[in-house]
Nanobody, 120 residues
């Protein structure tokens, strides 16, 4: 299973970006997807998560500005980021809990990060 995160870039404060996380390879289904971010010298932190049943959660710092969603395709999730602030600057990673088969526990996979830079 491979995860591809994309959509990062450079944006001015107040602007918007939409990140995509796409899973590929052989698997049965996705259970949940989470977005995390990390800046140099800091621990990776959770930004938002969604279960394939539709339950979502957000870090307090992004509530009301970011929206996580599933795509129409069963292997894609998005993170819509609005009203971006310089402190949102980080490398953003997606993480997915994936069932490789119809039996057995879900496994977690990480994608490569995508850089988000917000200028003031």
């Amino acid at each position: 299973v491979q995860l591809q995160a994309s959509g990062g870039g450079l944006v001015q404060a107040g602007g918007s970006l939409r990140l995509s996380c796409t899973a590929s390879g052989s698997f049965f289904s996705i259970n949940a997807v989470g977005w995390y971010r990390q800046t140099p010298g800091k621990q990776r932190e959770s930004v938002a998560g969604i279960t394939w049943g539709g339950a979502t959660n957000y870090a307090d710092s992004v509530k009301g500005r970011f929206t996580i969603s599933r795509g129409n395709a069963a292997n894609t999730a998005y993170l819509q980021m609005n009203t971006l602030k310089p402190e949102d600057t980080a490398i953003y990673y997606c993480n997915a809990e994936v069932y490789r088969h119809h039996y057995g526990p879900a496994q977690r996979y990480w994608g490569r990060g995508t850089q988000v830079t917000v200028s003031s």
